[in-house]
């Protein structure tokens, strides 16, 4: 089985890769449009700024084919910011589009009422739709610890792209959304031990 990483300088990508490896696969990490269209697994990384993630995509002449690949109905992964790229568009650091591939938007964390921001550890995730289990996280228990690094959360328009939902102190975060052959995950599954390699073996199979 082979994945493609995705690179558009954005970091934490040899975590990812040695997870995806860990997982059993075959990993090809590149930043060339034609590898994107020829993808038979993508993986979409990324820790950073969404408006860093936005530019060095289109740097590298991405854009279209990230969106060609997802029309053509090929398992996706997006993971953290490569979860929020898939909204419309981010409110971080001013209003900056997304691949609008699911309706919504990207919103900060409400630092209030001594909620602590960043959102950094181990939290429960908790299934929001049946979908869950036929999905990537099939393998997850509810109430599953995994890990978030973030200050920033995904706010899908409808909640039918929601899959399942983490609770921080109060605030609804969105821990993984779904559509189609489209999954993200805001936690990070190479960093959440066992049953973050679980995740990205199931969707070795996806």
């Known amino acids: 089985m082979k994945v493609t990483v995705v690179d558009y300088g954005l970091g934490n990508l040899h975590s990812v890769v040695k997870a995806v490896r860990s997982a059993g696969a075959d990993v090809l990490l590149t930043s060339q449009p034609d590898d994107v269209r020829s993808a038979e697994r993508l ?24 969106l060609a690949y997802i029309a053509g109905g ?14 419309d568009e981010s409110e971080e650091f001013g209003r900056h589009p997304g691949l609008g591939v699911i309706p919504g938007k990207v919103a900060a964390i ?25 999905s990537v996280l099939a393998p997850l228990a509810a109430g599953s610890m995994v890990y978030f690094v973030h ?9 039918v792209h929601r899959l399942v939902d983490a609770d921080y102190c109060g605030q609804r975060i969105s821990a993984a959304v779904h559509k189609e052959n489209v999954w993200g995950c805001q936690f990070h599954p190479e960093k959440s031990g066992e049953l973050g ?7 070795l199979v996806s």
């Not at 993986?43 to 990230?66: C, T």
């Open 43 to 66: 993986i979409l990384p990324g820790v950073g700024a969404f408006a860093d993630g936005v530019r060095g995509i289109r740097e590298r002449a991405l854009w279209e084919p990230l």
């Open 74 to 87: 090929r398992p996706f992964l997006g993971i953290c910011v490569g979860m929020q790229l898939l909204l």
């Open 110 to 134: 409400p630092a209030e009422n001594g909620l602590k921001v960043p959102h950094i550890g181990w939290n429960r995730i908790y299934p929001v739709k049946e979908e869950w289990a036929s």
């Open 151 to 159: 200050s920033f959360t995904a706010v899908p328009s409808d909640d």
């Open 197 to 203: 390699l679980a995740v990205l073996r199931r969707f």
